[in-house]
């Protein structure tokens, strides 16, 4: 299984970016894929996550409103749009891939992890 994260890069506050996350080696609808972030000195944060069976998602609230995320399944991607960015959006994003169960939108368990994509928002 490998999870591919891109599309990272240097921004200005208020712009925008589209991370992606490319999976190979797994049955996509199965899973949900979340993005997380980890900012030096700081831990590990949940950003987004969606169910490939169904499509529901989850943006955390701190930026909602402002990140959007969402899949192909054809292409076995899940996208994140991040609108709007701040400085404090900087970080390392890294997305995950765990199994869907029937009763939760997101796993709490992330089988697979991929390289993380730096983002960075300039003041």
């Known amino acids: 299984v490998q999870l591919q994260a891109f599309g990272g890069g240097l921004v200005q506050t208020g712009g925008s970016l589209r991370l992606s996350c490319a999976a190979s080696?797994?049955?996509?609808?199965?899973?949900?894929i979340a993005w997380f972030r980890q900012a030096p000195g700081k831990e590990r944060e949940g950003v987004s996550c969606?169910?490939?069976?169904?499509?529901?998602?989850y943006v955390a609230d701190s930026m909602k409103g402002r990140f959007t995320i969402s899949r192909d399944n054809a292409k076995n991607t899940v996208y994140l749009q991040m609108n709007s960015l701040k400085p404090e959006d900087t970080a390392v994003y890294h997305c995950?891939?765990?199994?869907?169960?029937?009763?939760?939108?997101?796993?709490?368990?992330?089988?697979?992890w991929g390289q993380g994509t730096q983002v960075t928002v300039s003041s």
């Open positions: 080696g797994l049955t996509f609808d199965d899973y949900a």
């Open positions: 969606i169910n490939n069976h169904d499509g529901r998602s």
């Open positions: 995950a891939a765990g199994p869907v169960i029937p009763t939760a939108l997101c796993p709490g368990k992330w089988d697979y």
